[in-house]
């Protein structure tokens, strides 16, 4: 999901309706990495907000596994921090790294106070 504050939005197809990632897609991308480049650092930020899919925390896992070996790297703007509040935040950041991400980085708009 792409967030209002995205640059991308600005870019001449940004007009199309932005959908969250299938798992079958993600599995897809995910074992194909894994065949290709077992020791690459995967940075997930690509036209939106991926910290409000739903099972984002599952996809990690399932790219850990089949990824070992790989930094996971989750760029944010810290929206799910206004969805599920600061105190629930910390928690939730802790789920997505024992699912396998390595590093967070927010953005210098809205990094939620931990």
Known sequence: MRCVFCSLRHQTWAEEKCEYISEDLWKQYIDAVAEWLPKCRMEIANRGE????????????Y????LPRVQILVSTNGDLSQ???VENYAAWVEQAQ???VNIFMFDCYTQPRL
Do not use: D, V
């Open 50 to 61: 991926q910290t409000i899919h739903p099972r984002f925390p599952e996809l990690i896992a």
């Open 83 to 85: 969805r599920i509040g």
């Open 98 to 100: 024992q699912a396998g």
């Open 63 to 66: 790219a850990r596994q089949k």
